[in-house]
């Protein structure tokens, strides 16, 4: 039972490139939702779902795309990486929006030169 | 607005020394506050749970408490295993988005 699963672990992009964090998870939840970590900004909510087929935006949407087309899968893409965009992700799943304890990975840390 | 406070940034104890962290928070109708401990280089796990004021939750050397503006993580003896950082979230009732403050690091020397 792997829990939610991220991947990849670390990336390197350079400004203007494009590229998917894969997240998933084994635990048939249907709420999921993507985290960015920074420095003294504390956890900011990028994008959710509420189930498959259904996406909204968080606090800081802009720059990031979801879809999530199964209850397993929640990829988030980065559209045209920018250095602002340098920041450790997390994906984070639970039965529902209202769920206790949302399960998260272990994050993606990203860096845009 | 939503917002979550916690205080202090850091704090470092001695092995066996108690404390408390502190989260202050406003928002529009609680549905609950979440603890949860963060290790380095990996996600949050979560702790507690509490949904209403004068609730109380235990676990090990921690204990949660809630009032209607804040809420306390006290720990107990700690030691240095409890060394990491401890993140505080609102959940609003009305949106159901988890609102995070930016932590206190803790760490418990030998």
């Known amino acids: 039972n792997a829990g939610v699963t991220q991947t990849p672990k670390f990336q390197v992009l350079k400004t203007g490139q494009s590229m998917t964090l894969q997240c998933a998870q084994d635990m048939n939840h249907e709420y999921m939702s993507w985290y960015r970590q920074d420095p003294g900004m504390g956890l900011r909510l990028i994008h959710y779902?509420?189930?498959?087929?259904?996406?909204d935006q968080g606090e800081v949407p802009n720059g990031y795309n979801v879809s999530r087309s199964t209850t397993e899968d929640f990829p988030l893409r980065l559209l045209s990486a920018a250095p602002s965009q340098t920041s450790v992700y997390f994906c984070?799943?639970?039965?529902?929006?209202?769920?206790?304890?949302?399960?998260f990975g272990s994050g993606t840390r990203l860096t845009v030169v | 607005e939503d917002q979550v406070t916690q205080s202090p940034e850091a704090l470092r104890l001695q092995e066996g020394e108690s404390s408390s962290l502190n989260c202050s928070y406003t928002?529009?109708?609680?549905?609950?506050l979440f603890w949860y401990r963060q290790d380095p280089g990996k996600g949050p796990e979560f702790l507690f749970t509490l949904y209403s004021a004068g609730e109380e939750k235990e676990k090990e050397r921690l204990k949660a408490t809630l009032t209607k503006k804040e809420s306390f993580l006290h720990i107990t003896a700690p030691k240095p295993e409890d060394s990491a950082t401890y993140l505080c979230a609102v959940q609003a009732s009305n949106t159901g988005k988890l609102i995070f403050g930016q932590g206190t690091t803790l760490q418990v020397k030998p």
């Open positions: 779902s509420v189930g498959a087929g259904i996406t």
């Open positions: 984070a799943s639970s039965y529902s929006y209202q769920g206790d304890g949302y399960t």
């Open positions: 928002v529009s109708g609680l549905r609950g």
